[in-house]
């Protein structure tokens, strides 16, 4: 595999040609977000892309003119009963003359689809890219969308909840970790998304005696330790140097950036801590040149739809030797005053409009270190880690953007 | 808009250099989407020599709505067999923009070499009916105009506008079966009576067969491409664009999106010889020959095009698989690939493909 340090590793060629190729450094210079809320029965699915695509341009202080290509993600077409919609949201998006990709890559479709726009700008095939990823869950009902019918899978699960819980069992298990972790991250990511506007969940009354009360869903997850359903949208403009320098406003920088996927079910499969993950993660360190994540990232925005998958992935990502995970959640590390900031949007566990979902986990860490991130800013951050995953724990995608220009 | 940075002459030289697809049936009830592409998959990284584990990106097209199920895309990675794990993404519309991404992560210097993939079961539902669902969601789909009927307005709008006529329409049709007697994986060929009409003016004849099948191309740049097989087919340009999605907005006799991406590709700088159009009905060739400049000189769709086998979400790929496959053996010097997505070509991509020497 090859993004950054190693180019192709997986044949071998001769090195010569490839050393004249430099990628151009992208730099995002404007983000939108709509409030996510569980229906927005106000506006159409144009009119919900539209809204969070004209915030990241004002942010960026451009016009429609000023974009030369959309890309757009979401998940299932399901979802929403429209076939494509990215072929009738062109006009919504300003995209008419304009190329229009749309992505999807599961629920972490949201990162890849950010990836795919900032290739284009990195390859210098467009200077100023506009991405977008949307769910509108209150036009179907998501956890059927999700359900299979026979012939695909037996009627075995409902929902995704019905899927992962039995790996957050496994992990349990595995780690010894204590029943109440999860809802130390469920009670903290809800308080965060106190502090976030466009956070789904403002709930003021939270206490985690509430979250361990809530009624079991799927043992051992909760209620209140699964995410919402939500309608949203997030929007960032992703430029290049030039682009950069005329930015009203701080740039996030993009250091690294991957997608890496395995098959959904195989004899060997660790679904507590996929091997997909894992060398995601790698990419994106080696290429952004860090040694030490646990040290030298400042805050991180992952995806967790069930409160374990915090210390699930913090473990899978290298923030902590396996069977560690629960023990940086449990002491109060990945509070939003901790040392390791995990989710301080609130997360997918505050807001979740699934094909969204991970390009806000994008969008924030590109807040984060553009020191624009409102109340829930964790100070002086540098270095932000965005991370998505989707399917049945094999697709990921994950960039770390900082504040300054990688070097070139 | 701003300008394209760089002049396209900078760019990393990227060529096809493996082209595999499926014999398209009617119905393949009897196999899983990835048994379908096991063996494309198999047959074009044999061509180049590779193993799944060493093509740096994959990228495949494909959609749900034609499969029927959420996430249809994840069971067909089977085939790949991406394990240890890959970088790996997907579209969800024709394989021909999953060429785009991948051609795109190659441009940026990461990669070395890529597999694209897509497939279509078409078979699997009305596919007339779930091509309705593809519209506007709150005008025009509530009343279910379907493909054909869509097609069948564009038709009668370049005959109302003097483009063509249905004499002409069933020449372009009986071209394409005649020149699918020539290519094994067609589904239809030979001699094809016109047929009763579909929706008036387009008959059986002008309409694309419900097909199944997948595709797959293996993309490498530079010296990797040239290494991997004899003759490289070099992508020179490639370019998409949409237009708008109401056809009540649109000039359906023009196709200004293709016109566009030809500009942005390159395609008329100098002529081409040969073009694989990505036209389901037979109208919809013409409306392409006009918006790219295609004169009687030029070889349209040699291997039968989409009326010949229509694997839909494939079909796209497969153009330029064919056009690829045509400079590769020395039938063209400089061939045309064009796909198209959405209603009456709402969106279009045009690739130009070389042999060497440039």
């Given at each position: 595999m090859s993004e950054g340090g190693a180019p192709g590793s997986g044949t071998p060629r001769?090195?010569?040609?490839?050393?004249a190729v430099s990628k151009e450094p992208v730099a995002v210079v404007g983000i939108g977000q709509t409030r996510?809320?569980?229906?927005?029965?106000?506006?159409?699915l144009a009119g919900l892309v539209r809204e969070a695509a004209r915030r990241a341009l004002d942010d960026a202080e451009?016009?429609?003119?000023?974009?030369?290509a959309v890309v757009i993600g979401k998940a299932p077409d399901f979802f929403e009963g429209v076939m494509m919609p990215e072929l009738y949201l062109a006009d919504a998006l300003g995209a008419v003359g304009k190329p229009i990709l749309r992505v999807h890559t599961a629920g972490s479709v949201g990162g890849s689809t950010a990836l795919v726009a900032a290739d284009l700008v990195a390859a210098r095939v467009h200077r100023t890219v506009l991405t977008l990823a949307f769910e509108k869950q209150s036009e179907s009902n998501a956890m059927w969308g999700l359900s299979l019918p026979v012939p695909f899978q037996q009627?075995?699960?409902?929902?995704?909840g019905g899927f992962f819980a039995p790996h957050v069992r496994a992990y349990m298990r595995r780690t010894?970790?204590?029943?109440t972790v999860g809802s130390l991250v469920a009670y903290k990511d809800r308080r965060n998304a106190l502090?976030?506007?466009?956070?789904?969940?403002?709930?003021?009354?939270?206490?985690l005696e509430k979250v361990q009360a809530s009624p079991m869903l799927w043992d051992p997850v909760r209620y209140s330790e699964t995410c919402p359903s939500s309608d949203g949208a997030c929007a960032m403009v992703l430029t290049d140097r030039a682009g950069a320098r005329r930015a009203p406003r701080p740039a996030a920088w993009m250091h690294g950036g991957a997608m890496r996927s395995e098959p959904?079910?195989?004899?060997?499969?660790?679904?507590?801590?996929?091997q997909a993950g894992k060398d995601c993660a790698a990419a994106v360190y080696r290429q952004a040149g860090v040694a030490d994540p646990r040290r030298e990232i400042d805050v991180v925005e992952m995806y967790v739809?069930?409160?374990?998958?915090e210390p699930m992935w913090l473990e899978n990502l290298g923030f902590a030797a396996p069977g560690e995970g629960w023990k940086l959640t449990e002491s109060g590390v990945?509070?939003?005053?901790?040392?390791l900031p995990v989710?301080?949007?609130?997360g997918v566990l505050s807001a979740n409009p699934i094909g969204a979902s991970g390009m806000i986990r994008f969008a924030e860490a590109a807040l984060q270190v553009r020191g624009q991130?409102?109340?829930?800013q964790v100070p002086g951050a540098r270095r932000a880690l965005g991370h998505a995953y989707g399917g049945g724990s094999q697709f990921f995608s994950m960039w770390l953007v900082g504040a300054e220009p990688p070097a070139t | 808009m701003s300008a394209t940075p760089g002049?396209?002459?900078?760019r990393r030289e990227v060529a096809v250099v493996a082209f595999a697809q499926s014999d398209?049936?009617?119905?393949?009830?009897?196999?899983s989407e990835a048994e379908l592409l096991l063996p494309v998959l198999q047959d074009a990284l044999g061509q180049a020599g590779?193993?799944?584990?060493?093509?740096?990106f994959t990228c495949s097209g494909s959609s749900d709505y034609l499969a029927g199920?959420?996430?249809?895309?994840t069971m067909a990675l089977d085939s790949v067999g991406a394990w240890p794990p890959i970088a790996e993404s997907h579209v969800e519309t024709d394989g021909a923009w999953a060429l785009y991404e991948a051609w795109v992560k190659l441009l940026t210097g990461t990669a070395e070499t890529a597999l694209v993939y897509a497939y279509g079961?078409?078979?699997?539902?009305a596919v007339r009916d779930v091509l309705?669902?593809?519209?506007?969601?709150?005008?025009?789909?509530p009343l279910w105009p379907d493909s054909v009927s869509l097609a069948a307005l564009q038709a009668q709008a370049l005959i109302d506008a003097g483009d063509t006529d249905e004499a002409a329409l069933a020449g372009i049709a009986a071209r394409a079966r005649a020149d699918a007697?020539?290519?094994?994986?067609?589904?239809h060929s030979g001699p094809v009576p016109p047929g009763e009409y579909v929706v008036r003016p387009l008959r059986t004849a002008d309409c694309p067969p419900v097909t199944d099948g997948a595709a797959a191309v293996v993309l490498a740049a530079g010296d990797t491409a040239r290494r991997l097989c004899d003759r490289p087919a070099w992508i020179r340009g490639m370019d998409h664009r949409v237009e708008a999605h109401?056809?009540?907005?649109?000039?359906?006799?023009?196709?200004p999106s293709t016109r566009l991406a030809a500009e942005r590709a390159g395609a008329f700088e100098q002529p081409v010889d040969s073009a694989e159009l990505?036209?389901?009905?037979?109208a919809q060739e013409v409306v392409l020959r006009k918006a790219l400049r295609l004169d009687d000189r030029v070889r349209i769709?040699?291997?039968?095009g989409a009326l010949a086998a229509n694997p839909m979400m494939a079909t796209g790929l497969i153009r330029i698989g064919e056009a690829a496959q045509a400079v590769r053996r020395g039938a063209s010097r400089r061939a045309l690939a064009h796909a198209t997505s959405g209603p009456c070509l709402q969106q279009n991509l045009v690739a130009v493909l070389e042999g060497e020497p440039r």
């Open positions: 001769p090195g010569a040609s490839r050393a996510h809320v569980a229906a927005r029965r106000d506006v159409s451009l016009s429609w003119q000023d974009i030369d009627p075995l699960l409902a929902g995704a010894g970790a204590p029943a502090k976030n506007p466009y956070a789904h969940l403002h709930e003021h009354d939270i206490t959904t079910l195989f004899a060997g499969k660790d679904f507590v801590s996929p739809p069930f409160s374990w998958y990945t509070e939003l005053d901790g040392d989710n301080p949007s609130g991130a409102g109340e829930h | 002049p396209a002459a900078e398209h049936a009617r119905d393949t009830a009897e196999v590779l193993r799944a584990g060493e093509i740096d199920r959420a996430f249809s895309f079961k078409s078979s699997s539902g309705t669902r593809q519209l506007d969601p709150y005008y025009l789909a007697a020539a290519n094994p994986h067609a589904r109401a056809l009540g907005v649109r000039d359906l006799t023009d196709s990505h036209a389901p009905f037979t769709n040699p291997s039968g």
